[in-house]
Structures are given as structure tokens and as C-alpha cells.
T-cell receptor
Framework: DTEVTQTPKHLVMGMTNKKSLKCEQHMGHRAMYWYKQKAKKPPELMFVYSYEKLSINESVPSRFSPECPNSSLLNLHLHALQPEDSALYLC????????????FGQGTRLTVV | DAKTTQPPSMDCAEGRAANLPCNHSTISGNEYVYWYRQIHSQGPQYIIHGLKNNETNEMASLIITEDRKSSTLILPHATLRDTAVYYCIVRVLINNNDMRFGAGTRLTVKP
């Protein structure tokens, strides 16, 4: 199984809502990533978890809160988002110390209204 | 990580080889060249990677110049399904979870 599964596929939320994005992989990968992608732009790295510990945080606003409850799961908790946070949120995973290939999910299309 | 420079867009005729260039003139000795592509509205997909030797797999070939300052991704017989944005990324292989995308090249394969 070489899949990274992201749920939901689409999400519309108000600026006062709290919601969570979920990402799951069963490849035994110990590094997991969140990216944000705006239309016609490349993916931007947000967070990296390595062995369930946050290893990279690209100065992302605190209204985005990542969580890695175990080696297969990665969550992104969303609170008080702004309309400009509307984007495609991509999750990826890879082997940790020597990785040749990262696997990406299909993304969650988030719209903040 | 070293930065990369790619042309913003390219066209290719269906059935012909697509040659996508990438400049990485400040690449370090321990940095690999990776290629990913992203088909519209999908997650990026790994294609190939290499250090200094040419590499080939079922999807593509990667040609790296001897001085390693540039590389070319070759799709030998492009199909309409190869229309995508292709990203060239330079990064250290070991003990490194940092992977950042540049602007990429939008390849359009035309019938």
C-alpha cells in the first residue's frame, strides 16, 4: 500500500469555526509533511514531523496547529482562519533518515468563508 | 538547499521526447537532484532522482552534466497524460526532511 490518504477532500469553513484535516499512511514512514498550495503556485512547506516530533515549522501562524498522534497519522487543526488561508493542503510521507521518494496525498481543498 | 532555475513553460508534441532543463549552479557535493511532477489538482508525484550519474526508470531519464550545475529530465515519448508542472528540487539525501518546491515548468503536451 503506497497511499497517503487525506480527509476530507473538500472543506468549507467559516472564520469562527474549528476543523481538522487528517492524513494517514501505512507504509511505515517516519516523516510526515504538511504543505499549503495556492492556485498556480508551487506547494509551500508548512510543517515536518520526524518520528512523531515536530522537526520543521516554517513560521506558520498559530491558527494552524499540527499534531502527530502516532507514526501513521498526521492532523492539522484549524481555528479562526482567514479567507486568504483558502488553498489546497497537501500531506506527504517519506522514510526518515535516507529518503529517496516522498508520497503525497491528493490534498484537501479548503475554502474559508 | 541550492536553488534551481527552470523555464516557466514548455510545449511538446505527443509522441516526441520532452526535454525539461534545470539549472542548479550552486549545488553542493552531497546534494541530489530530484524531479517531481504535479498533474492538475493532484498531489505531486515522484519521478526520479540522481547524484551525478545518469539515471533511467520506467517513467523518465535524468541526465546530469559532469559539473553537476544543470540537469535534464527526459520523457522519451510524451503523451497527453504527461501534461503537468514539473519540479526540479536539489536536496541532501541523508538525515534531511526538508523538501521545498521551486516554481517548476508547466509542460503542455499537444496532439
Amino acid at each position: 500500500d503506497t497511499e497517503v490518504t487525506q480527509t476530507p477532500k473538500h472543506l468549507v469553513m467559516g472564520m469562527t469555526n474549528k476543523k481538522s484535516l487528517k492524513c494517514e499512511q501505512h507504509m511505515g514512514h517516519r516523516a510526515m509533511y504538511w504543505y499549503k498550495q495556492k492556485a498556480k503556485k508551487p506547494p509551500e512547506l508548512m510543517f515536518v514531523y520526524s518520528y512523531e516530533k515536530l522537526s520543521i515549522n516554517e513560521s506558520v501562524p498559530s491558527r494552524f496547529s499540527p499534531e502527530c498522534p502516532n507514526s501513521s497519522l498526521l492532523n492539522l487543526h484549524l481555528h479562526a482562519l482567514q479567507p486568504e488561508d483558502s488553498a489546497l493542503y497537501l500531506c506527504a510521507s517519506s522514510q526518515d533518515t535516507e529518503y529517496t521518494e516522498a508520497f503525497f496525498g491528493q490534498g484537501t481543498r479548503l475554502t474559508v468563508v | 538547499d541550492a536553488k534551481t532555475t527552470q523555464p516557466p513553460s514548455m510545449d511538446c508534441a505527443e509522441g516526441r521526447a520532452a526535454n525539461l532543463p534545470c539549472n542548479h549552479s550552486t549545488i553542493s557535493g552531497n546534494e541530489y537532484v530530484y524531479w517531481y511532477r504535479q498533474i492538475h489538482s493532484q498531489g505531486p508525484q515522484y519521478i526520479i532522482h540522481g547524484l551525478k550519474n545518469n539515471e533511467t526508470n520506467e517513467m523518465a531519464s535524468l541526465i546530469i552534466t559532469e559539473d553537476r550545475k544543470s540537469s535534464t529530465l527526459i520523457l522519451p515519448h510524451a503523451t497527453l497524460r504527461d501534461t503537468a508542472v514539473y519540479y526540479c528540487i536539489v536536496r541532501v539525501l541523508i538525515n534531511n526532511n526538508d523538501m521545498r518546491f521551486g516554481a517548476g515548468t508547466r509542460l503542455t503536451v499537444k496532439p
